[in-house]
């Protein structure tokens, strides 16, 4: 059995799906901003930057990446691990 929706009807129910769209889109980019503040850890960089332990030993010793250590474990900013890939960037 079908059901008829009037058009004043039909209108509110895009304009409920506009505002869910806007809303979505607004979250999105809360998301985007949040990953510059996220941080990784030795494995996570090691994998997004394709280089070994030593290399990464290596970036921290020469000061090229910055880190943070808490509790014996070290963690990288996300935005300092893209930075890196910018910087060296041939495109």
């Known amino acids: 059995?079908?059901?008829?929706?009037?058009?004043?009807?039909?209108n509110r129910i895009f304009d409920e799906i506009d505002s869910l769209r806007k809303e979505l889109k607004s979250?999105?980019?809360k998301t985007s901003k949040k990953l510059s503040e996220t941080w990784?850890?030795?494995?996570?960089?090691?994998?997004?930057?394709?280089?070994?332990t030593r290399t990464?030993?290596?970036?921290?010793?020469?000061q090229v990446l910055p880190y943070s250590k808490v509790g014996g474990k070290i963690y990288y900013k996300a935005r300092d691990?893209?930075?890196?890939?910018?910087?060296?960037?041939?495109?």
């Not at 059995?1 to 039909?10: S, T």
């Not at 990784?40 to 070994?52: A, G, T």
């Not at 691990?81 to 495109?91: A, P």
């Open 1 to 10: 059995m079908f059901a008829i929706i009037d058009e004043q009807k039909l």
């Open 27 to 29: 979250e999105k980019a």
């Open 40 to 52: 990784f850890d030795n494995q996570e960089v090691m994998e997004l930057l394709k280089i070994s």
């Open 81 to 91: 691990v893209e930075k890196i890939l910018n910087e060296n960037y041939h495109g």
């Open 56 to 62: 990464l030993q290596n970036m921290r010793d020469t």
